[in-house]
């Protein structure tokens, strides 16, 4: 009979739920987190049980970057929320040319969500940091009322070390260099929409969700003088090379017939009335290189599991108005702008 | 508005008159509904959900024909 | 993608292109409308129009039934959410076309309004029988090629005595367009007719426009090898002073179209005496309606709803560019108060106007530069 | 006529409300970012536009923290979610000793949220930020659909600097040690619910959300060799002393009389059958201190604006059950138990 | 906070813990059973046990409406919102109680059920008026003090014609529970008797306790001070081996009680002629339900639900709890497998019951080490 | 269950039959339903949004005296 922090019936993983007890800062919130996020994210930082993880760090330049997850539904082929979560704030930590090196957590639940599920996310998450080499040090519960969330929402915050020399940043891209794209586009948004009951269309896409920051150190030590990074999230292809033209003043000029895609994404975008360069990614990046280097990095990438696609899809050029503009496939030439119609809603 | 899409027949349900397309390996359910008759096979054009019309594979053939033709011979006179 | 990835070769578009080049007579102009935002859309995404000798333009025309839809119309769609709180169902294409007001679909859901997005009038259906509860009304809209799935809907709804469930119509008739636009004497040497259209209609519809008009309609498919084949039909016509329906796109259309979806249409629609374009004004005959046998399911007889008029952004050139007229950049709003984020006139609203296509696809630097 | 990142039509912050084309990924939302995040929160890191900030840091120990913010209603007497956010997360870096520098903040927003409200959400936020010396060098933005989400839900995670030879951690407590309360409880937790319509009361409370760098700065300064600090948030003072000694294995023995209630708080509690041991704070904390030391605390504290009531509420104790107990200001003795029955959600 | 701090205060809980120290007879017990939860709560709340001497103690008595609810109440009310898709209103303390599949309201709502926590009954027609598409029930629970605010929302709905509004109805009676216990022979020197229900029915229809069982019966008011200074009348009159009724809480309850309030439960409620109690088993006429004129709004009648038949937990000792006749601290499961997080018997239930105070409050290390 | 607290009536509405009532500070409405007759300044005591009876103010103090009383006596037999 000793003052225990956890209740003593265990939470029922099969059949049980969350409950709004759950994140009201009594016991039953130190059973979820001991049952569930210590147990499967456990390092020795996460298990202290303090409010805030203290560590060292090697001196130098540190990144900083979040992102909330909010994709529906949370689970897909390829992935499911808890891995995106942890790849996506590594990719935007790697994008910096940080090595990323640990993150935390805030997971904003609804009542009744299932806890199996609740389990499995946690779990996917804890194996997707292990794969990368980080670790998930400090987090964050709160549980709303029924109606007030969807299932689970997760933001996920890192911090990485910037390797000395290291100096990326999306206003740095100059006419002439060279834009690299790492592989074939669409996959992640395709492999979401597929899941989505009302589009009514099933394909074997999977997600591309990967953790790219082994991509990058691989880039960068091949060319350390690499312009900008970028992953084509939401708003795909198009998007990033808009919001890159932007930073840094210019244009680009890419060729439709050197940007892959699976023709199944292909299809899936027909079918849909979409264009895969609006399409999100969670495992590509965008690359602009001197244009000397482009074939060193190439070959670097190439050497890479995650760069075996990766091909030079255009150029940066001067241009007043920052238009990205391509030369299709078929021959013509057009402008490539942000996508404005449609609506791919909780993507990521 | 009027985006339209050939997919192939991969199998029918007469009871609900369904079918199953496929589009280069993306798989979708369709009205037939629209349809007189149509057979595992057929291309169709799809829109909104429903087959529309059937695509004539024949016609199609010859239309190619006609543009590797108009190309090739590039002189005036040579109309489909 | 088979009868797809054929019609968008490179090399046979460069063959056609050359041939094409070959043709024309460098002496004249060749002004060439394609009626449908399909054939619009092609000719930016790939563009189709670069590929063509100087002196040939393509002049974009009205086929977009998203751009052509009165303002008036949306202010309905959202007083039926908001007056007779119903469960308003439309395609995605209509979800951010501003009213008379400005306020979209969009927003009245922001707002709280229960607007949902469908994929097929199917949908709709599901969404009746799953909340009996509750008014659903399916916001209908397009041209021919659309029309049919919404009459299988109205069909069924009947069939399963789906009380709850009800169509605004919006549906529209190309022809009428088409006649109303070429009586006002639009200055154009050809037409690319309607592609999807037609694979319902058939090409005899379109006779007039030889025997009115004096004027080659070719029926055109929406892939880019399909308009430019269509192109040279159109200059070889043109050449030939000859003005004949032709059909570029047998694969899909034949003479009389598709019956079994016409004989649906006849039973279930049947033609308005007149209604508004946006740009075009009232054309009579050039609307459908619900039958009185389906009364019961019309939106419009069961929750009626005045609106206040609507007026078009001063300064809009739609009026002159769905005739042909004018281009998107001879108005002074394209780009500057008027983009696809914030469209202010018809040929903004849908990603297949003439004025949204020209801002997506078509800015390209050389054209930039030159206005 | 040039390809810009926004449209063209301002944002209307007076009538217009978020729609989902604002986390789409393209101009709405760049629009948004622009017209509302970047221009309060404006600092060089984050105006770059990188998916990422980078910042060099002085060598030594980090501490990272984050908290979701779910507070409702949005606004209070005496603060709002966005103020809260910074808050929150500035005091959790606190609690571990830390000089907080940086936040990032992830806002998942409901689609038809006003937008006026989220720029007063925002604009509170850089109010905050810049009085504690903090600045938000990240962020990320979603939107739900309507009814998937709840306004506005508020994700801040922090880092700052630990000085040298600082260690505070919650295993550190050890029997005698004197456990001190930096002021009157329960005022933020009762001021959330005297929002609440349906709770049907009102009071003059005020939330007392604050960010407590400055004064753990201050109490470092006359005592480093300070054991634990944490601050009493959801599950009140209860929640904090049983996390504490749970973490320590010590029990605690507190006086009733020697902690503060504001007599609203008090006469608030009796109405609803609540405990304001149970009642959150966002502007207290409480110190472990060595017992020789807790003077120089009390006298450093009281020096400072936001520990002018400070007082030794106990001691701590050797306990195998781990057991908090109290002498009640009537003359008894009980046990001060995390909250179980009740639930107040969505206080903070 | 007037009225309530004066009764809270230090020094003159000491001098009558003096007073009562003197009084007692140190040859013998004094097992005073305090029949409310409130008293057991300010018993634990402020420490009033160790300030009693040695062989004075506090047996704690069945006055906790949510403790003694039978778990079939529970499941019949969570059947109400999942087979009759009714919205479910009820006060707070019901939200965690247990039914006999372990599940409680709050996990009944996690897996969608409509159940909305209250704090008036206004709340409830509220809820009602707002949503006239459906129905409303109120789980009605609460002894003679919360059966007049569910009388007046009774009579409010059918004033009104809120015909979505009813009344899932377990209001129980206090003096037949206390008679059930006395009769079965509980082991008891006097009785702290309840308080705000007092203020209700008046200090009449507990005259039985002294004529029938010939034992001493105190009004006692909730605050500490009124406690102890009942706890003292008790003990004098154990003393002098008197045993009547006294009232100590005068400020509140007179012998009458409120006739307005009496006039209204008479008309809006009739007895049931049994009621299950948990832990206690049946008793006769212990409860109320809704008079005839008011089956409109009876749950029961309106949404018949038959649940299976319910078991308590294995080893849980409320039944000889709740009469008085052990401590919690002698059940094996306390603080083993029955937790306020996860109750497994009544009087764990609400922190009103007696072991769940004992849990929350009562663990001084002291008493701990002693068992 | 029981709660029930004792407040003071700082205003009444008579349409509704309802009053404002303070807790040292705290304000809260009541329904005065179940009361014959209140004024402004009496003290009831609050249960669930009623007020269930009025406070006697003579008889709080003499219970209070007692009390005093029997503290100060720390006699038997002086009965309240
Ligand atoms: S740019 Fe806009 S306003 Fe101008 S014609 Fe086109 S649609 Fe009308
Ligand atoms: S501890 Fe639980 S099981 Fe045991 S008597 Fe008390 S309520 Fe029943
Ligand atoms: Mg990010
Ligand atoms: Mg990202
Ligand atoms: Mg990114
Ligand atoms: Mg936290
Ligand atoms: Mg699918
Ligand atoms: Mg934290
Ligand atoms: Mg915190
Ligand atoms: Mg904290
Ligand atoms: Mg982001
Ligand atoms: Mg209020």
Request: glycine share 10%; hydrophobic share 45%; with cysteine.
């Amino acid at each position: 009979m000793t003052n225990q922090p956890t209740a003593h019936i265990p939470l029922d993983l099969r059949h049980g739920r969350v409950e709004l007890t759950h994140g009201a800062g009594g016991r039953a919130m130190s059973q979820l987190i001991d049952g569930i996020f210590r147990r499967h994210l456990d390092n020795p930082l996460l298990a202290q049980g303090n409010d805030q993880a203290c560590f060292t760090v090697p001196s130098g330049r540190l990144a900083m970057s979040t992102d909330g997850h909010v994709v529906s539904p949370l689970f897909f082929p390829g992935g499911d929320i808890g891995a995106l979560a942890v790849h996506g704030t590594i990719n935007d930590l790697a994008m910096g040319g940080a090595r990323p090196l640990h993150l935390s957590a805030g997971f904003i639940i609804e009542e009744g969500f299932a806890l199996a599920e609740l389990d499995r996310i946690v779990a996917s998450m804890a194996q997707a940091a292990e794969a990368a080499g980080v670790r998930v040090v400090t987090g964050d519960t709160k549980v709303v009322e029924r109606g007030k969330g969807d299932g689970v929402f997760i933001t996920t915050t890192g911090i990485g070390v910037v390797p000395e020399g290291i100096e990326l940043s999306g206003e740095r891209a100059r006419p002439g260099d060279a834009i690299v794209l790492s592989g074939g586009i669409g996959e992640h948004g395709v492999a979401i929409l597929a899941e989505r009951e009302h589009l009514g269309f099933a394909t074997t896409v999977h997600s591309d969700s990967a953790a790219l920051h082994g991509l990058v150190a691989t880039m960068l030590a091949a060319v350390p003088g690499l312009r900008c990074l970028r992953d084509p999230t939401r708003g795909g292809l198009a998007a990033c090379l808009n919001e890159l033209a932007h930073q840094s003043g210019v244009g680009m000029q890419i060729r439709e017939a050197a940007i892959p895609v699976h023709p199944e994404v292909a299809a899936a975008c027909e079918l849909l009335g979409l264009d895969p360069l609006h399409i999100a990614n969670e495992g590509k990046l965008v690359a602009i290189c001197p244009r000397d280097r482009v074939t060193d990095l190439l070959a670097a990438m190439h050497a890479h599991p995650l760069g075996t696609g990766a091909s030079q899809i255009g150029e940066v050029v001067e241009d007043a108005l920052l238009l990205v503009q391509m030369e299709t496939s078929f021959g013509g030439a057009r402008v490539v702008d942000w996508l404005s119609g449609e609506q791919l809603p909780r993507i990521c | 508005m009027c985006l339209a899409i050939p997919a192939r027949i991969t199998a029918i349900d007469h009871a609900s008159d369904t079918a199953e397309v496929t589009l280069d390996g993306v798989a979708r359910s369709v009205s037939l509904a629209l349809l007189d008759s149509a057979e595992v096979g057929d291309y169709v054009l799809i829109h909104v959900g429903y087959a529309l019309n059937r695509i004539d594979p024949e016609e199609a053939e010859r239309t190619l024909e006609t543009i590797r033709e108009a190309g090739l011979l590039a002189a005036p006179g040579d109309a489909p | 993608m088979k009868y797809v990835d054929e019609f968008r070769d490179h090399d046979l578009a460069q063959r056609l292109a050359a041939t094409i080049a070959a043709e024309v007579d460098p002496g004249r102009d060749y002004r060439l409308m394609e009626f449908c935002g399909g054939h619009t859309h092609a000719i930016f995404r790939y563009g189709v129009q670069q590929l063509m000798p100087p002196r040939l333009r393509f002049v974009h025309g009205p086929g977009c039934p998203v751009c052509v839809l009165p303002m008036a119309r949306i202010d309905q769609a959202i007083a039926l959410t908001e007056r007779h709180g119903v469960t308003l169902c439309t395609y995605g294409d209509l979800m951010r076309v501003p009213g008379g007001d400005r306020r979209t679909l969009f927003q009245a859901r922001a707002e709280g309004a229960d607007v949902r997005m469908v994929y097929s009038t199917q949908d709709a259906l599901r969404i009746a029988r799953e909340q009996p509860g509750r008014e659903v009304v399916f916001f209908a809209i397009g041209f021919e090629t659309t029309t049919p799935p919404t009459a299988v809907a109205l069909e069924q709804a009947r069939t399963e005595g789906l009380a709850n469930f009800s169509v605004f119509c919006n549906h529209v008739l190309t022809p009428p367009a088409l006649a109303a636009i070429l009586a006002e004497g639009a200055r154009i040497d050809g037409i690319l007719g309607p592609s999807h259209v037609s694979t319902l209609i058939g090409t005899a519809p379109y006779a007039f426009v030889p025997e009115q008009h004096r004027l080659p309609l070719v029926i055109a498919g929406f892939e880019p090898l399909d308009v430019m084949q269509s192109t040279l039909m159109l200059v070889r016509q043109i050449n030939a002073g000859t003005a004949r329906v032709e059909n570029q796109y047998r694969r899909a259309v034949s003479e009389t179209g598709n019956r079994k979806a016409q004989a649906l249409m006849a039973r279930v629609f049947r033609v308005r005496e007149r209604f508004a374009w946006r740009g075009l004004g009232e054309i009579p005959e050039s609307a459908l309606e619900l039958a009185p046998e389906f009364a019961a399911f019309d939106a419009e007889r069961r929750f009626p709803v005045a609106c206040a008029p609507t007026r078009e952004a001063r300064g809009c050139e739609c009026p002159a560019i769905l005739r042909g007229e004018k281009r998107p950049t001879e108005c002074r709003l394209f780009g500057t108060g008027c983009t696809p984020a914030h469209p202010l006139g018809a040929c903004m609203v849908s990603s297949e106007g003439a004025c949204a296509a020209y801002w997506s696809y078509g800015r390209t630097r050389a054209q930039v530069a030159t206005g």
